[in-house]
């Protein structure tokens, strides 16, 4: 199932079928802002700045996949007391107005249980999750829960993966498939890695799922110049930074703006 | 002690939890793996390395006055007189060989009290490999000696800052490297731990102590046999070592001995990190905790997978000693025997000292797993005047 009727995947799909770029910030869960704002004051910023849908990461102590922006956000947040069970809560509380996709680690989800979590997940009202050390081979138990519950699974598929490989984990993707942009963790770099075009012109071949692009998209230009071949981008350690060096919800959303702009302007 | 499933699996522990990007790489580390390992070439330059270059077979030692005062009769593994001062090398050489095999021309590695850093350093050198080593920032202050031995090999110490500052994120940051650097880069993993084929492959290259205590014990002991075998577990290579030697004799006891603050196997419940999913010590919510131990080569809250198998079926048990045991058992076998311990290794003693009454009459080997001239700058300042 190649989800038209899938809340995430639809969303991004309404994006590209008008000819549009998609754009997926992401913003660490329970990150403190300057009050009264609050981490959800900035995801309803980031979603009115022209976010086609958010990541919202549930910070674990050992993020593997993170550079040093996101693990200090993590730190941070879980300095301030956040854990999965109070942050899906407020999710559910929230209308933020474009999908959710919760991005985190494979044990925060396995010690919540597979599927206590796809179901919390659900009930919370969040479309899709992201485990970036869940592989293909290890997915079987999540994907299974997470089909039940009708959570969609994004799958990440890397630069280091045969063409066999790319159309195994497209297949299994759901929501949209995240291209990982280079070998590398999570942050931004001063220039577009080469591997980042590569890897969407080898996935868009095998798939009609929405490519978006992660890891190393960290200005509006390598955005626009990633998505000459890709439906669209997930920017993270930009929209990280800027919200712990402002506090501001206004500034985060000014900075999704520029993405946007750059985008639409193509 | 065989060969994991086809899914990475010591009963239901271990796997391959790793982004993406290195899943390939894995795969093509296993494929490698077994194909050298069955190369008759391979394995004969290993172990002529082992022998004129490690120093192997390293002796078995009868601890005479210890084992007096014990009323136990105390068998140490001698693996503190290999090169480099520990068991690590007999992994490090294996993983150098197969990184060479490979193309490779740079190994990463983590380290926590700095004996695997070493061992690696020193193999780096030996291959003319380039070489990183990832140590937590605390380990660092506390080893000094070994941080400055890694710089002296050539490699490059690399301050692991994050979370607690030990092993632990000096794991996540040696992986953090190998996911950018992994086309030219092995990952030269010091324990039974990580992800598949990690726990099996560093077992397979410590077989070696196992199988030559196993022989020696058949020309030293009359039943051939010793009633326990003893060893410290942090990751638990030294123990999967020794074990492996004596796992098919259900006669023989095995124990792996965890420190009290950092004892995944009898404080931790299953959990996922580090690629593998194993006991682990973790908070309600899944957060990995920090461990707490005298010694920086076991201040780990995790556990390779196969002893959380041989745990959970029962195969081995695994106690764990304090710090003030560990300090009492240090002393002990430096005046008894004039072998001074790695605090690592003299946890196993320490249990052994223990556990004196129950193990009355037998016959106990220990895996003295490391010399202890790394911690001897620690001890002076925690002992100082009460020598």
């Known amino acids: 199932m190649s989800g038209e009727g899938t809340t995430l995947q639809a969303a991004l799909g309404r994006r590209t079928a008008s000819g549009g770029k998609c754009l997926v910030p992401y913003l660490t869960g329970g990150l403190p802002q300057a009050p009264p704002a609050d981490w959800l004051t900035t995801l309803s910023a980031i979603a009115g700045a022209g976010a086609d849908a958010i990541e919202v990461g549930v910070p674990f102590s050992d993020p593997v996949m993170d550079g040093p922006v996101i693990q200090q956000a993590s730190e941070e947040a879980l300095g301030a007391g956040v854990n999965p069970h109070s942050l899906l809560d407020r999710l559910g509380s929230a209308d933020v107005g474009v999908p959710l996709a919760v991005m985190t680690y494979a044990n925060l989800v396995f010690r919540f249980g597979w599927q206590r979590f796809a179901e919390t997940l659900a009930d919370s009202g969040v479309a899709a999750a992201i485990l970036p050390d869940v592989p293909l081979e290890e997915s079987a138990p999540w994907c299974s829960a997470a089909d039940a519950a009708g959570v969609e699974t994004v799958m990440l598929a890397a630069p280091t993966g045969s063409d066999e490989r790319l159309q195994a984990v497209v297949e299994r993707a759901r929501g949209f498939v995240y291209a990982v942009g280079l070998l590398g963790v999570t942050g931004e770099r001063s220039e577009l890695a080469s591997t980042s075009r590569v890897i969407a012109r080898r996935l868009r071949r095998l798939t009609d799922k929405p490519v978006l692009v992660g890891v190393g998209i960290g200005s509006p230009d390598q955005a626009r110049e990633v998505c000459q071949d890709a439906d669209g981008v997930v920017i993270g350690s930009a929209v990280v930074r800027t919200a712990m060096a402002t506090r501001s919800p206004e500034a985060v959303a000014d900075l999704v703006g520029e993405f946007r702009a750059a985008l639409d302007a193509g | ?387």
């Open chain 2, 1 to 387: 002690m065989g060969k994991p499933g086809p899914d990475g699996r010591f009963g239901g522990f271990g796997g391959r939890f790793v982004p993406e990007t290195l899943v390939p790489a894995l795969q093509e580390l296993e494929a490698a793996f077994v194909e050298a390992w069955a190369d008759p070439a391979f394995t004969s330059e290993l172990d002529s390395l082992l022998g004129s270059y490690a120093g192997r077979p390293s002796p078995l030692t009868e601890c005479h006055r210890l084992s007096e005062e014990l009323g136990v009769r105390l068998l140490l593994k001698r693996e503190d007189l290999n090169h480099t001062g520990s068991h690590k090398i007999n992994n490090v050489l294996g993983q150098a060989l197969l990184a060479r095999r490979m193309g490779k021309s740079r190994l990463v590695a983590e380290t926590g009290a700095g004996q695997h850093g070493v061992a690696t350093a020193t193999a780096a050198a030996l291959f003319g490999l380039e070489c990183d080593v990832y140590m937590g920032e605390v380990d660092m202050a506390r080893q000094e000696l070994n941080v400055f031995r890694m710089r002296l090999l050539g490699a490059r110490v690399m301050p692991a800052s994050s979370g607690s500052r030990t092993l632990k994120d000096a794991v996540n940051d040696a992986m953090r490297d190998w996911v950018a650097t992994v086309e030219d880069s092995h990952y030269c993993l010091g324990s039974v731990m990580g992800p598949h084929p990690y726990p099996w492959m560093v077992r397979e290259f410590h077989r070696v102590l196992g199988r030559e205590a196993e022989s020696q014990c058949r020309d030293l002991l009359e039943g051939g046999l010793p009633d326990t075998v003893v060893a410290c577990v942090g990751g638990g290579s030294n123990a999967a070592g020794i074990f492996s030697g004596f796992a098919e004799h259900p006669e023989v006891d095995l124990v792996g001995v965890e420190p009290a603050g950092g004892a995944a196997v009898g404080h931790g419940v299953p959990g996922i990190v580090h690629g593998m999913l194993s006991y682990l010590m973790q908070d309600e919510w899944g957060q990995v905790t920090e461990a707490e131990s005298i010694s920086a080569g076991l201040d780990y809250p995790g556990v390779g997978p196969e002893h959380s198998h041989l745990a959970e079926t029962g195969r081995a048990e695994y106690p764990s000693v304090t710090d003030d045991e560990v300090v009492e058992a240090f002393v002990s076998l430096s005046r008894t025997e004039g072998i001074i311990p790695a605090l690592e290794s003299a946890h196993a003693l320490a249990w052994v000292i223990r556990e004196r009454e129950r193990l009355e009459s037998c016959t106990v080997l220990v895996n003295l797993s490391g010399r202890g001239d790394k911690d001897v700058d620690q001890m002076m300042g925690l002992l100082g005047d009460r020598l």
